[in-house]
């Protein structure tokens, strides 16, 4: 899983801008992919930083109910300063614990970014994609807008995402691609991100269906983070329903995505110990600068206690040159390498391939 998240991740560098140095570069990220040194020498190509915490939805799978943070979005400023410390960045992922759009300055980061040449996405509930906002989404240069659609039917899309209304979200999204259409803009690529949860799982192959129905190419089907699935009061995930069920619904899904031509990437089934080569690739930084491995470090329920404990470094008090292969990052890159991992990382969906 890994593998193809990453194969598909540099189809995005847009190779044919790239400097001879910037080439050197990505030759370096390959080569940490296969030694894995506790001393990295490339520089990240692939960084996501938290628009936001805010959100105007309460969905059952998230934690973000359990967030209290009295200043929940990220200043243009503090953006800047951040990412201006990535010389060599090429994917820029904007989405956060919460909802992008509403963050009033979501659209001057896209823009900055842009201005550097830099491939930027994020992910949307798709409920605030009003007229104005998709005009500004369009006029932004956003490269890449994923939508999050759990369900195939409004019953279950509004069960599991309390606060939307399943034909308001079709409606902004077909809204959307027209205005695309007329104006004669390429960009955004609009993406389908959908969590599979029990509550939606057997409405995959409709969920494809939807898919060409609203025009989008690709769906990135993710299974609920299994340690993030101990926070909900019930248990959503797909994990404990036996593996022929599984797969019987994953093959359906298949032979529906090849039949209309969607891209899907669906999550594994069977846990499968594999490397993860996330913190020599890519990291998640929050809102507040903290720097950590990766996003799936961040979903945790005690926020605060995870970066206490797992953050390396602050990137508004220090400078990433400083943090990258400072003691705290090599010792991190060393216990995933020997086997030893972090509390954080031992039910970690990616690296038993079920992410």
Not at 204 to 212: G, H, K, M, N, Y
Request: hydrophobic share 40%; aromatic share 10%.
């Amino acid at each position: 899983m890994i593998q193809n998240r990453y194969k598909h991740l540099a189809l995005k560098l847009e190779l044919d801008r790239l400097s001879v140095a910037g080439m050197y570069n990505l030759g370096l990220n390959y080569l940490a992919t296969k030694t894995f040194p506790a001393n990295a020498y490339n520089q990240l190509t692939v960084v996501q930083i938290e628009s936001t915490l805010a959100c105007n939805l309460k969905c059952k799978m998230c934690v973000r109910e359990y967030f209290d943070k009295k200043n929940p979005h990220l200043t243009f400023e503090n953006f800047k300063t951040i990412i201006d410390q990535f010389p060599y960045l090429r994917q820029l992922n904007l989405t956060g614990i919460g909802e992008p759009l509403l963050n009033k300055d979501i659209f001057k980061m896209v823009e900055y970014a842009k201005s550097k040449k830099i491939y930027v996405r994020f992910t949307t509930n798709a409920t605030l994609l009003a007229p104005k906002n998709c005009e500004k989404i369009i006029l932004s240069g956003l490269d890449e807008l994923r939508v999050s659609l759990d369900g195939a039917t409004a019953e279950t899309f509004e069960d599991i995402r309390e606060g939307s209304c399943f034909l308001e979200v079709i409606g902004n999204i077909r809204a959307l691609n027209r205005l695309k259409q007329s104006s004669g803009a390429e960009k955004p690529v609009v993406e389908m991100n959908t969590v599979v949860l029990k509550e939606n799982f057997t409405e995959l192959p409709r969920l494809v269906e939807l898919a060409a129905y609203l025009d989008i190419k690709s769906i990135y089907f993710s299974g609920l983070d299994i340690e993030g699935a101990k926070y909900a009061e019930e248990d959503h995930s797909i994990y404990d329903m036996s593996k022929q069920e599984i797969e019987k619904i994953f093959a359906e899904t298949k032979e529906k995505a090849r039949e209309l031509g969607v891209a899907i990437r669906l999550p594994g089934i069977i846990p499968q110990s594999q490397k993860c080569f996330l913190p020599w690739l890519t990291n998640y930084v929050t809102l507040d600068g903290d720097l950590m491995p990766c996003c799936h470090c961040i979903d945790g329920l005690n926020r605060q206690e995870v970066i206490r404990n797992y953050a390396l470094g602050n990137l508004l008090e220090q400078k990433f040159e400083d943090i990258w292969n400072a003691e705290k990052y090599r010792h991190f890159r060393k216990r995933l390498n020997n086997g030893n991992l972090p509390g954080i990382c031992k039910n970690c969906s990616v690296i038993l391939g079920m992410d």
